[in-house]
Nanobody, 123 residues
């Protein structure tokens, strides 16, 4: 399976951005998905995850209430809507696929990763 993240770019603090993750090679609807981010010198950080049907979602405390994960299985795509962005949200954002339905907040639960898309939030 290949995951392609897109939607990154430059946004002002307080603004919004929607990231997309398009999957190819497998039907996305049978897998849980997640979004992570990473800044230089830091570990990759869990942000949000969504179950196969989209009914179950999980969020890191740092983004709860500001970010929303969703999916459109017909389009084989997962989204991350980011609102009220802050300069500290600047990072490379990655989508990932959890093929074995392991605990959604753990980095090790994900076995396929997209290439990352850079989001820069200016103050």
């Amino acid at each position: 399976v290949q995951l392609q993240a897109s939607g990154g770019g430059l946004v002002q603090a307080g603004g919004s951005r929607r990231l997309s993750c398009l999957a190819s090679g497998r039907t996305l609807s049978i897998y849980s998905m997640g979004w992570f981010r990473q800044t230089p010198g830091k570990e990759r950080e869990f942000l949000a995850a969504i179950g196969r049907s989209g009914l179950s979602t999980f969020y890191a405390d740092s983004v709860k209430g500001r970010f929303t994960i969703s999916r459109d299985n017909n389009k084989n795509t997962v989204y991350l809507q980011m609102n009220s962005l802050k300069p500290e949200d600047t990072a490379v954002y990655y989508c990932a696929l959890n093929s074995r339905t392991l605990p959604p907040r753990l980095l090790a639960s994900y076995d396929f990763w997209g290439q990352g898309t850079l989001v820069t939030v200016s103050s």
